[in-house]
């Protein structure tokens, strides 16, 4: 079984605070079992499609639900994504200037194409309070293809320049 999990995410606030994702409710977020790979299911390592591009999950962490609503959907407006998940109810915990700080977030899950992600980190850092956001990627090495392919048509070609 492959399972992932993930702690101490941090960004900065626009107080110039680091906030960190303690813990965050949907780990596991990836599980693969016998069970799952023995049915017929379309599954891909990403080296091996010539029908998707090398793809990427981005977290970006925003101090409220206004704040990740409008920057999600001008993300996808702009085709930097092909979809981003808003995850509410983040609590970071950090040290910032020797003490210890609390604030609620909300994470952005971001999937897009691995060459947008400078693209993305600057639409981000354009558009986004913190003095300096949190912009993370992790790449995605397999799954369904033809969601790997939706993501691929989904978003700009490139580096950002348009299709």
Known sequence: MLSWG?????????SSRIG????????????SSAETQSKNVHTIRMEASKTTVASIVV????PNKEAGKKLAESIVKERLAACVNR?????????WKGEIQTDSEELLIIKTRESLLEALTEHVKANHEYEVPEVIS???TGGNVEYLEWIKNSTRNGKGLGE
């Open 6 to 14: 993930l702690s101490n995410i941090c960004s900065i606030s626009p």
């Open 20 to 31: 960190c994702a303690q813990s965050l409710p949907f780990v596991p977020l990836l599980q």
């Open 59 to 62: 977290y970006v962490t925003v």
């Open 87 to 95: 995850v509410p109810g983040i609590e970071s915990i950090y040290e």
């Open 138 to 140: 992790l790449p995605i």
